[in-house]
T-cell receptor, first 113, second 114 residues
Framework: AQSVAQPEDQVNVAEGNPLTVKCTYS??????LFWYVQYPNRGLQFLLK??????LVKGSYGFEAEFNKSQTSFHLKKPSALVSDSALYFC???????????FGDGTTLTVKP | DGGITQSPKYLFRKEGQNVTLSCEQN?????MYWYRQDPGQGLRLIYY???????QKGDIAEGYSVSREKKESFPLTVTSAQKNPTAFYLC?????????????FGSGTQLSVL
């Protein structure tokens, strides 16, 4: 069985400050890890993924994520937050089929001007 | 532009009624998926299809049905057997269904019970 935990329901940061949205996972074998973003009343949009290789993955809109195997974590980061980054963020883990990914419960990011 | 189109954006169901949510993609993707999203929860897989004329149940298939008669279309029917249908429904696709592929999502349908 696979699982994902996003320990924070809500993250608040000031514009221009760095942001981190946390994700930990549990899966047997090597994981495929994803971050998606959802704006109100919209579908999810892909941000980035970790498959193998470099532990620091760069994605869309200046986001990056760090894969840490020993801590089974895949935290999403951005050096300087924008108000437009305010949205709901989902972490997901996949093993056999991307569509059968397990999603976390989501973290609402609010960036205040 | 290529993408996934879901319709309608809002749908209301009366007691005992079946309703069908539309999902069309022009990405030429083989695999398509239906998810249910409830507030404060992650996405839960209802049904998926990796090829035309074939589909499998996901984690919460009871009270739902699907068909996949064409590659580009994957409609979801919410039947009267689904006692708690109010949710946001998302359709998605991947090129082939491999574990490392990103999901492409539609904009969703909000289903409410009258």
């Amino acid at each position: 069985a696979q699982s994902v935990a996003q320990p924070e329901d809500q993250v608040n940061v000031a514009e221009g400050n760095p942001l981190t949205v946390k994700c930990t996972y549990s899966v047997s074998g090597n994981p495929y890890l994803f971050w998606y973003v959802q704006y109100p009343n919209r579908g999810l949009q892909f941000l980035l993924k970790y498959i193998t290789g470099d532990n620091l993955v760069k994605g869309s809109y200046g986001f990056e994520a760090e894969f840490n195997k020993s801590q089974t974590s895949f935290h999403l980061k951005k050096p300087s937050a924008l108000v437009s980054d305010s949205a709901l963020y989902f972490c997901a883990v996949s093993r056999a089929n991307a569509g059968k990914s397990t999603f976390g419960d989501g973290t609402t990011l609010t960036v205040k001007p | 532009d290529g993408g996934i189109t879901q319709s309608p954006k809002y749908l209301f169901r009366k007691e005992g009624q079946n309703v069908t949510l539309s999902c069309e993609q022009n990405l030429n993707h083989d695999a398509m998926y239906w998810y249910r999203q409830d507030p404060g929860q992650g996405l839960r897989l209802i049904y998926y299809s990796q090829i035309v004329n074939d589909f499998q149940k996901g984690d919460i298939a009871e009270g739902y049905s699907v068909s996949r008669e064409k590659k580009e279309s994957f409609p979801l029917t919410v039947t009267s057997a689904q006692k708690n249908p109010t949710a946001f429904y998302l359709c998605a696709s991947t090129r082939g269904g491999g574990p490392n592929e990103k999901l492409f999502f539609g904009s969703g349908t909000q289903l409410s019970v009258l």
